[in-house]
């Protein structure tokens, strides 16, 4: 029935379904199928994370969206391979002839499209028999063994490929690996059992496919949307949405999360049931699912556009779960979501954990329950009692302010003020601030020189950290050549520093006007270097107020891009010149650097370079070659001396320039067919959802 449907039917158009279309896509190409009843898009997003990380170019297809901007829905490689996550909902499984397939489990499911059991299992028995390489299956999933048959290899514990889960901290999951694996332990960012098998089955099939492996290969694993997300957490409540929708799947997600309960906190289970056809099929196995849970919310059922069944509604399910607990309380609002909502509010006490569980549109009405929440708490009164215990937790010599101006702290000069700002006068005090942002639920900024920031002219709702007091400032030689750089050190300073020691490599960063903190988290780059040419070693504290040393080699970085620094604030690095030189010769490079510079960009206050260079091409060249340079919005201007830059003539406002970015990206689109991505951060916001 959807119109886009109807208006093809209408014309006579051919109608593919998904399946359909990626079966044809995939044709010519060495394709590994990831298929199974749960975990199948968190396995394809980790296998890809773990080929990207290997540098192993295969094209893939996920099913869902990354939780980072990093990692693209799809990309077409170049080696031949592509990755697919192949769903056995509607039967198009019969169409894929894979080399290799990797099952991640297999439960009955789908009773809509498959009468039977039988009728499933023959679906990837078919799928088994036209896989031309090989078939990798779960060693503990009895079912898709006795499919595969013999000639099948396993993943798991006592598999061909054996992976068994050692060690999990709150964000880490230590792997134990043995049996063909070439590697003994890997690290996975991510939680619970369940995502311990499929990280095994994402390192065996990278293995099988010819990729390198190494332990560290999933240590920056984005994660999927909509898989074990956390919305919230902190000031004693932790919201958690899942799509989970099988009882397996529930099954599994809430035995992981009762661990991470606190102690007199309970797990309150808000549930949208998906399809009428499998509430009625699986009703017993969801209650007993459910009843892992201290109280169920049951939202009406998300039909997925199916008729109603008899037996599929919430209120057959409530009934079930009365029948097989009468002790967990079951609270469920035929029609009203909203006052389901409510009803859990008033029933929330510290400590307890919310998860919302479902496939269909449960995820948008979380946000705004949450938004609700979180409106609640954030009234100005609030914002000055928490700028108040923030306070309680430094020395004197940390600056507190409520409402402090972000535009002058900013070369671009827009924008509003930040909620909270603070400088710490030390690593003490930065540790403290963070540990107790966190424990409030507030979200954390960090400010380097403010140089590639638009700010919102309604400022930013949280907490903004800057390195501006002379602890965060040192320059230090270090043995063998190196040098300590503070992550508040001007790269100006660096620059000069550098040259009067007589160190080369660091002449590009003449006239960046950043700071070593912003340039790590940026990747800055200018006149053909980057920050990590010359970067050995990061130090950095992550937003729960851990410090950790990164070497270069186990961070994920590229350009204008540093993975590590998301959720993390850079204390300094370690770095390494590149030679020693005399310092007039040093002095002569930065010179021609800054002769260069001064030609060919503008001297007005601007955030630098305003998009990234597309693969091969200059933004600013196509910028000036659409006829935009002295186009304006208010007082921001198109530079007329470089095409990628905005000016502010003086009045700008952060709506001018988010307008005049939205206006040239449009106009060179449908100039020169190109999409160019900001590179600039727009501060406390997503690009995506203004532009
Ligand atoms: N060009 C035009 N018209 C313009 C601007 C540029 O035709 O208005 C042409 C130039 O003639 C040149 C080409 O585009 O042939 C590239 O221009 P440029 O050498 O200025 O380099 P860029 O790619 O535009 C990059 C960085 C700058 C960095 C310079 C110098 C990006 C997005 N920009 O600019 O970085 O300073 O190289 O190395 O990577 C920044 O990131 O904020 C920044 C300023």
Request: proline share 4%; aromatic share 6%; glycine share 12%.
């Given at each position: ?406 535009a002058?702290?900013t070369t671009l000069r827009v924008g ?34 403010g140089s590639?920031l638009v700010v ?149 206050p601007s955030a ?28 921001a ?9 905005i000016i502010n003539?003086?009045?700008a406002?952060?709506?001018?320039v ?22 600039v ?11």
């Amino acid at each position: 029935t959807h119109p886009a449907v109807v208006a093809a039917r209408a014309r006579n158009l051919p109608v593919v379904r998904r399946g359909e279309l990626l079966a044809e896509v995939t044709r010519d190409r060495r394709l590994v199928a990831i298929c199974g009843s749960h975990g199948k898009t968190t396995t394809t997003a980790m296998l890809v994370t773990t080929l990207r990380a290997a540098d192993f170019p295969a094209g893939y297809i996920l099913g869902g969206l990354s939780a980072d901007d990093g990692l693209a829905p799809a990309g077409s490689g170049t080696n031949g391979w592509v990755v697919a996550e192949i769903d056995e909902s509607d039967g198009t499984i019969a169409q894929f002839s894979p080399e290799i397939t990797v099952t991640v489990n297999l439960d009955w499911d789908h009773p809509d499209h498959y009468r039977s059991l039988q009728d499933l299992e023959a679906a990837f028995a078919g799928l088994f028999a036209r896989t031309c390489g090989t078939v990798l299956v779960n060693s503990e999933c009895t079912r898709s063994r006795t499919l595969a048959g013999p000639e099948a290899l396993t993943f798991g514990g006592g598999g061909d490929y054996e992976g068994s889960l050692v060690e999990e901290t709150r964000t880490t999951l230590r792997l134990g690996l043995g049996g063909r694996f070439p590697i003994s332990t890997a690290e996975v960012r991510a939680g619970g059992a369940f995502n311990a098998l499929n990280a095994t089955a994402a390192l065996a099939t990278s293995h099988l496919m010819g990729a390198k492996l190494s332990g560290g290969l999933l240590a920056a694993y984005p994660g999927v949307l909509r898989r074990q997300g956390v919305l919230h957490e902190g000031g004693g409540l932790t919201v958690i949405e899942d799509y989970a929708h099988h009882p397996a799947e529930i099954h599994a997600l809430l035995g992981s999360l009762r661990g991470r309960v606190s102690a007199g906190g309970r797990l309150l289970v808000v549930f949208q049931p998906h399809r009428f056809s499998r509430t009625a099929r699986f009703k017993s196995d969801f209650a007993g699912a459910l009843a892992l849970g201290d109280a169920v919310y049951l939202m009406d059922v998300y039909s997925a556009g199916e008729p109603p069944v008899d037996g599929g509604s919430a209120a057959d399910l409530e009934a079930e779960c009365r029948h097989l607990q009468p002790d967990l309380p079951v609270i469920c609002r035929p029609g009203d979501p909203a006052g389901l909502l409510d009803e859990l509010q008033r029933e929330l006490r510290t400590g307890d954990l919310v998860a919302l569980v479902g496939a269909g549109d449960i995820d948008q009405q979380a946000r705004r329950w949450l938004d609700v929440l979180h409106g609640k708490s954030t009234c100005e009164e609030s914002w000055d009692a928490m700028a108040e215990k923030l306070r309680a937790q430094v020395t004197a010599a940390t600056r507190i302010s409520r409402e402090e101006s972000l535009a002058t702290k900013t070369t671009l000069r827009v924008g509003g003020a930040a909620r909270i700002y603070a400088e710490p006068a030390s690593l003490d005090d930065l540790q403290a601030l963070l540990r107790m942002a966190w424990g409030l639920a507030l979200r954390v900024h960090v400010l380097g020189r403010g140089s590639n920031l638009v700010v919102p002219d309604q400022g930013v709702d949280g907490l903004v950290i800057s390195l501006r007091q002379p602890a965060w400032e040192s320059f230090e030689p270090r043995p063998g050549g190196r040098v300590w750089a503070g992550a508040g050190l001007r790269l100006k300073n660096l620059c000069g520093l550098a040259a009067r020691a007589g160190l080369v490599g660091f002449e590009f960063l003449e006239g960046i006007p950043g700071n070593v903190g912003g340039a790590l988290r940026m990747n800055a780059g200018a006149m053909g270097g980057w920050m990590f040419d010359v970067v050995e070693e990061v130090q950095l504290v992550t937003f729960d107020g851990e410090v950790r040393t990164l070497r270069k080699e186990e961070m994920h970085v590229d350009y204008r891009h540093c993975a590590e620094l998301h959720g993390a604030i850079a204390l300094g690095a370690l770095m390494r010149p590149v030679a020693q030189s005399e310092r007039e010769s040093v002095a002569r490079q930065i010179d021609v650097y800054r002769d260069k510079r001064q030609k060919t960009q503008p001297r007005e206050p601007s955030a630098g370079c305003i998009f990234k260079n597309p693969p091969g091409d200059s933004a600013g060249r196509l910028i000036d070659a659409t006829g935009l340079k002295g186009e304006r919005v208010g007082d921001a201007e198109v530079s007329t001396v470089h095409g990628n830059f905005i000016i502010n003539r003086g009045g700008a406002s952060g709506a001018d320039v988010i307008e005049l970015v939205r206006r040239v990206r449009a106009r060179v689109e449908a100039a020169q067919g190109v999409k160019l991505e900001p590179e600039v951060l727009l501060y406390g916001q997503e690009w995506r959802d203004v532009l």
